[in-house]
């Protein structure tokens, strides 16, 4: 059976709630067979000295909803086309309030497949209107050719200059479709083509263009200069695709891909490889230290991968509509064992490795 049929027969047995109570017990658990893994929390106190503490706010990522046009194997949003959870237009202003408010330049837009959401446009057209002055947004390249009212979307990107950041496995369609379904290949190539046709991802173009790789099994994923090379030679040779840089991603232990790694066996030795690859000084930079994730409906996390399992920032569920700007001014980070696949090897942020 495909991993995407066994994530999904896995899934329709418990609710969202109970999947993630279940995976945060297994997750502080880290009960092992040749020994317990170190907390988290102990491993940064021993290498750093202190604990992860915010440093102030960069990035504003927000999730405009679960739903999406694909059900890939690695999802840490366990996102599909069952899933209703959408981001109000209300909820984005008060966002937009936040990045005027405190200064935030970057807006970075997730899902699901964030351009499902029927706002999408109006909120990428008041970002800009309001100065922020970098959009990205975390596309699945297949969306773009899904349906006719998303043909027009590299136009609309150009338009306002939003940095695309696109999922893309493999230069290959065998291990692309193995990992996010059948057909997304060739979908991700006509759209990768669309986007060049409107400028990005060449030479002397001020259109951003850059993929994302993830690892398709449990390991950590190779050097991303080295990836991003293979993926330039072969993306070029076989299609004439041009684009800008390679994001390298660890697969983080939660939602479909942790149900994944419990149904093969591959759990311990995962978190294994994780904890024993702990790079303190991956641990520096990563992302939660300036970035503030919104979930769906507005509530405030550390990062999306955080939200997923439910652990909001300060042990409450505090609204984007009562941030305050000395949030993110020395404010402990809350962690768990997941925590261990960003600061793996070269590190794993939503902008690749960190060092």
């Not at 979908?187 to 060049?196: F, P």
């Not at 232990?253 to 942790?258: D, E, G, H, V």
């Not at 030795?269 to 939660?288: G, H, K």
Request: glycine share 8%; net charge negative.
């Amino acid at each position: 059976m495909s991993q995407t049929k066994v994530l999904q027969s896995l899934h329709k047995r418990q609710s969202p709630l109970a999947q993630t109570e279940r995976q945060l017990k297994i997750l502080e658990e880290g009960i092992f067979s040749n020994g317990d893994a170190p907390k988290f929390g102990q491993k940064i106190q021993q290498s750093l000295g202190a604990p992860l503490k915010t440093t102030g706010l960069d990035i504003l990522q927000v999730n405009l909803g679960y739903m999406c046009n694909q059900v890939c194997a690695h999802c840490h949003v366990d996102a599909g086309p069952d899933r209703k959870e959408i981001m109000t237009q209300e909820t984005m202003e008060h966002c937009l309030k936040v990045m005027e408010s405190s200064g935030v330049k970057t807006l970075d837009l997730t899902g699901g497949a964030p351009e499902m959401n029927p706002n999408f446009r109006w909120f990428v057209t008041q970002a800009k209107a309001r100065g922020v002055n970098e959009i990205i947004v975390r596309s699945n390249l297949t969306i773009i050719v899904a349906n006719k009212k998303y043909h027009d979307l590299p136009e609309f990107f150009a338009q306002h200059q939003v940095h695309v950041v696109s999922s893309m496995p493999h230069w290959t369609k065998e291990k692309t479709d193995r990992q996010r379904g059948s057909g997304v290949f060739e979908d991700s190539i006509k759209a990768l083509k669309m986007l060049n046709d409107v400028g990005y991802g060449l030479t002397g173009s001020n259109l951003t263009l850059d993929l994302v790789y993830n690892p398709s099994g449990a390991f950590l994923p190779g050097d991303q200069e080295a990836l991003c090379q293979d993926f330039k030679r072969r993306l070029d040779q076989s299609f004439n695709i041009k684009f800008n840089g390679l994001f390298a991603l660890t697969n983080l232990p939660i939602s479909r891909f942790l149900d994944y790694l419990i149904a093969s066996d591959n759990y311990e030795d995962y978190m294994w490889t994780l904890v024993e690859s702990f790079n303190p000084a991956a641990a520096r930079a990563v992302m939660c230290l300036n970035t503030l994730s919104v979930s769906w409906d507005g509530y405030l996390f550390d990062c999306d991968f955080n939200q997923m399992l439910q652990m909001p920032i300060n042990d409450a569920r505090q609204h984007i509509a009562q941030y305050q700007n000395d949030l993110m001014e020395g404010r402990l980070i809350k962690i768990s064992q997941h925590c261990y696949g960003c600061t793996a090897g070269a590190g794993s942020s939503c902008q690749g490795a960190v060092i």
